[in-house]
């Protein structure tokens, strides 16, 4: 494998690693404040639809991608209610909100374009252009360095460096903040938030917020970035994805980084099968390369590779004393 | 998909088979969906011209989920709808169990064959279609590399990829193929996403020209070539439209026709295995304004010269499925 190839090999990587990373990020704010939040996959469909939708009629990405985040909140706040303040199944509701956008996004698409639930192709500024890092093109020449900054780092839609910076922030918001280990306590032990006084609902459903905005973001980069529309079921699965990420970065925002990185990567390799088979002399199958996720998932689950802990409050909704 | 919409779908089997009255014809489209700017909407086109020329309605249903396949020939067959069209070769099993207990019905399966008494099978020689484009292929790249990118790894798209091969490699024995399946699940056959990426893929291989075989994920396909500059091939239906000037052709598959003609023949129509190939205009390749200027005179001559050589029996291109084998690509 030349170095070129490794360039490209990464380059896809990063892309296929953002929408996962920006969802597995959404999931982690919500998970630990003790929502768990399988619907993720859900809420990035409706972001893709309605960021597309909107783009298309406005000519405006930004207005597409104010309602993809919008439609993604909608369906936050939805299942905030359903959990937080009527206490109901997390699950469940994370289920309902998953059918709820793969059925409502083709029905509204239709009715609005008639074009069998996709919304017209996106053209000029209706897209999130590719952004030329300065400087890209006198670096480029330089051996090594060149192509890597050039091809690498530079070139990718301002919502892929919005989501790795969004990485170190949510580490620093965690870790670093009042709000952040209120947040984290919330997911632990709400009965101790509550009698320092702060509100475990409130709590909650900033949480939840915070997710609906993410996973906007991440639907909207997969409609108006990777690609110019939106079609039925095009999140392909992805949000379950990022939750089997959460879950082997064991709910911490670095290991969310690297574990998304790692999925990508797993994601470039299924296209490249002629780099496998000259790496390692024999054919893989892509689909190996496709179900590794979710096997290492397992394998991390099964205790195999260090432990994976949920927040202890996790799916329990919180009901004070009586 | 999912219990929801299975209890949607059948709410919607049963409201359509509320008034059942005449011998309406009836069309089933399969998982891709209604308007899939392919397969299922050239299907529905087909019926629409039967409708309008005649003046008569149809019955329609889009399945959400495999489970609604058994079910909704059964509620079409007892509410008196003859013939039954239904498109795509995931019927077949489905249709073969049901065909026997609606001997009154005729059936029509496009895409499959189906060996019954009152069922007629469309089957389509999409690897003559695919050996022309293969032609127009490898007549237009530039780097002697072409791609061809599937949706769910199944016989049938590897015939689509095999008649492709052996058309490209006859016009240019030196040729490379590049060839990937996008998935085996049937949401291969909506990732967009991931057709892009294995666009991308295989331009850094050296491909110019790329052919997609992939219903929805067709588009992101189309989109990244556009965009990347190179050509691509559209399928089943026309797509040159797409992006004008970018698309090289389409590979036509007439499911419009075999659609009309079926609901034209209406009930009692000639049973049995019917082939549509380029001899009878069942396949081909798509030529409109869209894409006028990139092909050239030379290279319509060379595939219109193939046409007529596989029309008349001269040119005998190879079918996977009949052998599951493939001379010119290794999968």
New interface residues.
Partial sequence: MDY??LI?LLD?TV??AT?LLLACLAGLFSERAGIFDIGLDGKMLAAAFFSAAIAAMSGNVWLGLLAGIAASLALSLLHGLASITFRGNQLISGVAIN?LA??LT?LIA?DWFQ????TP?LIGGARFNPITLPFADTIEPMPIIGPLYAELISGHSILVYAAFAAVPLTWWLLYRTRFGLRLRAVGENPAAVDTAGVSVIGLRYAAVCICGVLCGIAGAY?STA????F????S??RGYIALAALIFAKWRPWYALWATLLFGLF??LE????VIEALIGIKVQ??LL?ALPYVMTVIILAGFVGKAIPPRAGGEPYVKER | ??L??KF?GAAAVTALTAGAALAEPALIFDLG?????SFN?AAFSGAQRWAEETGETFREIELQSEAQREQALRRFAEAGSNPIVMTGFAFGDALGQVAGDYPETDFVIIGMVVDAPNVRSVVFNEHEGSYLVGIMAAMASKSNTVGFIGGMDIPLIRKFACGYAQGVLAANPDATI?A??T??TP?AW?????G???T??QI??GADVIYAAAG?TG??VL?TAA?EGILSIGVDSNQNY?HPGKVLTSMLKRVDNAVYQAMKDGPGMEKGFNVMGIANGGVGYAMDEFNKDIVSADMKAVVDEASAQIADGTLMVHDYMSDDTCPALSF
Avoid: C, Y
């Avoid at chain 1, 079609?231 to 095009?234: A, C, H, S």
């Fill in positions: 070129m190839t490209q896809s892309r296929l929408p059918f793969a059925g083709v239709q074009q069998g639930g996709r192709s997969l990777l690609q110019a529309g079609i039925k079921d095009m392909a699965g994601g470039a296209t490249r099968p002629d892509g689909q496709g | 998909m999912t929801m919409t949607l969906g209604k308007f899939d700017k909407e590049v990937n399946m998935g085996t949401s909506n990732d967009p996403v991931k892009s990426e294995l991308k893929a850094s291989q929805g588009v992101g989109q965009d797409m």
